[in-house]
């Protein structure tokens, strides 16, 4: 469960991150705009931590330790900026 | 088999029959709600059957279908000629289940695939058809074609794109995790997860004023499962999704190299495309053979099919060539779905229906009748008793008793001869059946010859309530279909061709009945483009059936008897798979084994009409009685034209044959005994025809003379006829009868002993 400060002002992510996270999360990450996030710990992260992580793009660090997180969602939130997560044009 | 999967066959049985008709009708009412109505009610109670005796599988198939007409009934969906032809198709596989059930005595332990593949057969349809209830996230709906068509060409340019069998773009509600959905865990579950992208919609909030609960996500999935598979994941669950179905692998990995089933169609394909010359049906016949054993055996089972039947029903090489070529562009579902174009194998039973629906009245009758021969019966005890014991002594008393005996036997045998008769009448009554029988089995069979030929054609039917004996009607069911086909294929023109006739472009055939004096009468008439009596004589001339001078001579009446001549048929159809020999020759044979009789009449350029003549009952008969090689043969009577007694000297040589004149007519002379291969008896006995005689019947068949010879005589009889089955059942004979000594009488089918 759990987003967790690390002393070095990480994020992590640990266990199986529920969507109750999801509001956390995303209040730390506008709290400390620019800090990583470690999921390295991370077995599960629900669609509303995951859609957080895609609005926000913070760094991110490690691989999760889900293997469908790693295969899937990691490349998608690892892509740069820019060139992007398709947008859908309106 | 236990009484209540015999009850369930019977049903089931008229439930396909019924759902069938309302189909048809349907296709031809769309605005009949009460025709839809019966095609879901069928489905439904066919359903509920499965369920009770436990067939699980045949009760999901049906589920899709039922599915299929609800949505159809709550005007969701409107009704195409694509459904009904799944719908049918469905109703196809019922009956070979009900077919596989009734050899067995219960339902089929391997019926799953083929359950899955009439699931399959209804998912698919419009790709953006919505699985689930729930809001549809309405902008990024709209808007998702464009990115989810760019990702899925990227998607398929990479190394495992040959392996998706199906995509997707699965975008829930917002609310979705109200309401307890976690979309990622969904996908993550699916089998077959290929390739997975996520989208947010267009908004854009800043930080602060993202709503982390409200779901904005559309996700596009890449999966090696077919879509039926990945569908029912879907239901009950929120949002929107958007499928496209993907071109198939080419056959199991493992097995052999999928290349070679390609090639080995392809070079179907290719002599279908081939040359005709006379080689053509043969390279043909083999290469839908071999084509359908390479898709049997890359587990295209319902391909096979759909192409054994597109070939059975008469399409053209370049048609079928077509269908392979579109089979191994890899749609699949696509040409399963075209399978409703051709008519099925006699899939609908052809075993006779092993039960009858009898009016009440009729039994009683019968059980009437048996009162009044228990009576018979103990005057003759009691006859018995006085013949035994005669009274009184003397010679002048007991030749009195004798005379009195002789006239109460008389009598007694004058009853029986009433009541037999009686007897016989009520027995046959039982056997009636309405033509409806076989007439209700036509109008799918033309809609799937019309769809096959690409010509639109009606069947129009009157007459159904005309009864006639269940053997007589069941019988009908072949030949009709061989009439009806002739008439699709050759009969009526292509709509183009109509139109230009000034016809009405869909071509219609009629089969009506009537009952005749004692016999029935039945026509079939179209109104295509009627029989080219040139063509006839051409093609007569090129199968040498007789010489051009001889064919120049025929009227145009003799001419169209042409298309009867054996050997004549105007198309080869024997697939080695279909095994089908046809012509019209197949069909007045089959005819007068009923003793029925079939003509032809034609207008050309306004239509053509069959005129069948069939008796209404089969089973009494005037038999002539004569003995050959020692055994009794009986003849049919209406063949007989006179028994004579030739001197030897009458009769000639004419190569092997023999033959002899009779009234100017020269009429060819077979032994009968050794036609039917019986030894000559040892020693006639008393010496029926004199040492330079012979006794010869000549008989009249179809305005042939022939005549017979035969040992001895044998008296005028009328008999009612057993049908012989089973192992017997090839024999030329139309039946046997028991003769009053207990020897077995065997009726000869003077057709079939033709040389």
Known sequence: MTVRIAGDGTLHLDGLCGSEEAEALLARLIATPGATVDWQGCTGAH???????????????????????????????????????????? | MNEFIEQFLIEARELVAQGTADLLAAEERPRDAAAIDGAFRAFHTLKGSAGIIDFAAMARALHAAEDALSQVRSGAVPLTGELIGRCLTC??????????????????????????????????????????????????????????????????????????????????????????????????????????????????????????????????????????????????????????????????????????????????????RGPRDGGFEGRRASALHAAWQVLRASGRALEADALERLAASGATPERLAETLSGMLAG????????????????VIADIGARSLRVDVERVDAL??????????????????????????????????????????????????ER??????????????LPLRH????????????????????????????????????????????????????????????RAAAGKPETGIVVVRARRVEDRLAIDIEDDGAGIDTARLRARAAARGLAT????????????????????????????????????????????????????????????TRLALSLPVSILKSDVLSVEAGGQVLGLPLEAVVETVRLPRSAISRIGAARAFVWRARTV??????????????????????????ALVVITRLDGQYGGLEVERLGARMEVMLRPLEGLLAGLPCLGTTLLGDGRVLIVLDLEALQP
């Open chain 1, 47 to 90: 669609t509303a931590v995951v859609q957080v992580l895609l609005a926000l793009r913070p760094k991110l660090r490690g691989v999760p330790a889900s293997a469908f997180l790693a295969r899937h969602v990691a490349p998608l939130l690892n892509r740069p900026p820019a060139g992007g997560a398709a947008r859908l044009e309106a």
């Open chain 2, 91 to 272: 109703l196809d596989q019922v009956v070979r289940w009900l077919d596989a059930i009734e050899a067995t005595g219960e339902p089929p332990t391997d019926a799953e695939p083929a359950a899955g593949a009439m699931i399959a057969l209804f998912a698919q349809g419009d790709s953006a058809a919505p699985p689930a209830a729930g809001p549809i996230a309405a902008g990024a709906r709209e808007a998702a074609p464009a990115a989810f068509e760019s990702w899925l060409e990227r998607c398929l340019a990479t190394a495992s794109a040959s392996k998706a069998r199906c995509a997707l773009a699965y975008t829930p509600a917002e609310d979705a995790f109200f309401r307890g959905e976690d979309p990622l865990a969904t996908v993550e579950a699916l089998p077959g997860l290929l390739a997975l992208d996520l989208v947010l919609d267009a908004a854009s909030p800043a930080p602060e004023e993202i709503d982390p609960f409200r779901c904005r996500l559309t996700l596009f999935i890449a999966s090696s499962e077919p879509r039926s598979q990945l569908a029912p994941v879907f239901a009950g669950l929120s949002g929107a999704v958007e499928w496209r179905d993907l071109a198939p692998p080419a056959a199991d990995p493992g097995e052999a190299a999928p290349d070679a089933a390609t090639l080995l169609i392809e070079a179907q394909i290719a002599l279908l």
């Open chain 2, 331 to 346: 749609a699949p579902a696509a040409s399963a779905a075209a399978a409703p174009a051709p008519p099925p194998e006699p």
């Open chain 2, 367 to 416: 059980v009437r009748l048996t009162g009044e021969f228990t009576v018979l019966k103990t005057q003759a005890a009691h006859h018995a008793r006085l013949a035994a014991a005669p009274a009184g002594s003397g010679e002048a008393a007991r030749e009195l008793a004798a005379r009195e005996l002789a006239a109460r036997l008389k009598s007694h045998h004058e009853a029986l």
């Open chain 2, 419 to 432: 009541l037999v008769g009686e007897l016989q009448h009520a027995v046959l009554g039982l056997r009636v």
């Open chain 2, 438 to 497: 076989v007439f209700q089995r036509l109008p799918r069979l033309v809609r799937d010859m019309s769809e096959a030929l690409g010509k639109p054609i009606r069947l129009v039917s009157e007459g159904e309530e005309t009864q006639a004996d269940k053997a007589i009607v069941e019988a009908l069911f072949e030949p009709l279909l061989h009439i009806l086909r002739n008439a699709a294929d050759h009969g009526i023109e292509p709509a183009a061709a």
């Open chain 2, 548 to 607: 051009p001078d001889a064919l120049a001579a025929l009227s145009e009446e003799e001419a169209l008897e042409l298309i009867f001549a054996p050997g004549f048929s105007t198309r080869d159809e024997v697939t080695g798979y279909s095994g089908r020999g046809v012509g019209m020759d197949a069909v007045r044979v089959a005819l007068a084994r009923l003793g029925g009789r079939v003509s032809v009449h034609s207008r050309p350029g306004e239509g």
């Open chain 2, 668 to 693: 060819p002379l077979i032994n009968l005994s050794q036609s039917m291969g019986l030894a000559p008896a040892p020693s006639p006995a008393p010496a029926p025809a004199g040492e330079g005689e």
